[in-house]
T-cell receptor, first 117, second 115 residues
Framework: DSGVTQTPKHLITATGQRVTLRCSPRSGDLSVYWYQQSLDQGLQFLIH???????AKGNILERFSAQQFPDLHSELNLSSLELGDSALYFCASSVGGWRFSGANVLTFGAGSRLTVL | GESVGLHLPTLSVQEGDNSIINCAYS??????FIWYKQESGKGPQFIIDIRSNMDKRQGQRVTVLLNKTVKHLSLQIAATQPGDSAVYFCAENRHGSGNTGKLIFGQGTTLQVKP
């Protein structure tokens, strides 16, 4: 157990629908990062939140949005779903290592597998 | 554009042999490089990191080598075991203004260990 909790583990839905993925970071971590991993693909950075504030955006579609709440858990909202959105969505957390001198080692959750039919 | 890429998609080794997984990167401004291991059905797991001003770093059964001249990174696994079978990713981490600590990942190399 990495300490990063993601729910649901699996989700099957239809095109055009909306889903919400939830992430609880490791205790003490203020940063939450979301990544998308499609079949046979690497991990694509979507968005980063630090202590409730959005810090960076990657290749995140306009149909996708996220937020981090005061208790530091985060949600990734995916709307108007398309077949191509089927993927593994990972949440990762860190203390906020870019603010310090060491490597910003991200701790990943087990992921949420989204299947759009 | 910036990218961290891997030379080979699949590496097959005999149990007990040493494994070498390679990674090429394009951005010289990276401060750290990190290797992750992803087993089937799980999230990526940290293996080892190396700062950009280092050439080599050793961990338990793993060694990371960094060649900044040719922008090449490698992960060496000694005495490969069946439990090492996984996909291995290298990732780039940059500090400084405008960089919020996100990791840029390569495509991954699948390591298959034959008994």
């Amino acid at each position: 157990d990495s300490g990063v909790t993601q729910t649901p583990k699996h989700l099957i839905t239809a095109t055009g629908q909306r889903v919400t993925l939830r992430c609880s970071p490791r205790s003490g971590d203020l940063s939450v990062y979301w990544y998308q991993q499609s079949l046979d693909q690497g991990l694509q950075f979507l968005i980063h939140y630090y202590n409730g504030e959005e810090r960076a955006k990657g290749n995140i579609l306009e149909r996708f949005s996220a937020q981090q709440f005061p208790d530091l858990h985060s949600e990734l909202n995916l709307s108007s779903l398309e077949l191509g959105d089927s993927a593994l969505y990972f949440c990762a957390s860190s203390v906020g290592g870019w603010r310090f001198s060491g490597a910003n080692v991200l701790t990943f959750g087990a992921g949420s597998r989204l299947t759009v039919l | 554009g910036e990218s961290v890429g891997l030379h080979l998609p699949t590496l097959s080794v005999q149990e007990g042999d040493n494994s070498i997984i390679n990674c090429a990167y394009s951005n010289s401004a990276s401060d750290y490089f990190i290797w992750y291991k992803q087993e089937s059905g799980k999230g990526p797991q940290f293996i080892i990191d190396i700062r950009s001003n280092m050439d080599k770093r050793q961990g338990q059964r793993v060694t990371v080598l960094l060649n900044k001249t040719v922008k090449h990174l490698s992960l060496q696994i000694a005495a490969t075991q069946p439990g090492d079978s996984a996909v291995y990713f290298c990732a780039e981490n940059r500090h400084g203004s405008g960089n919020t600590g996100k990791l840029i990942f390569g495509q991954g190399t699948t390591l298959q260990v034959k008994p």
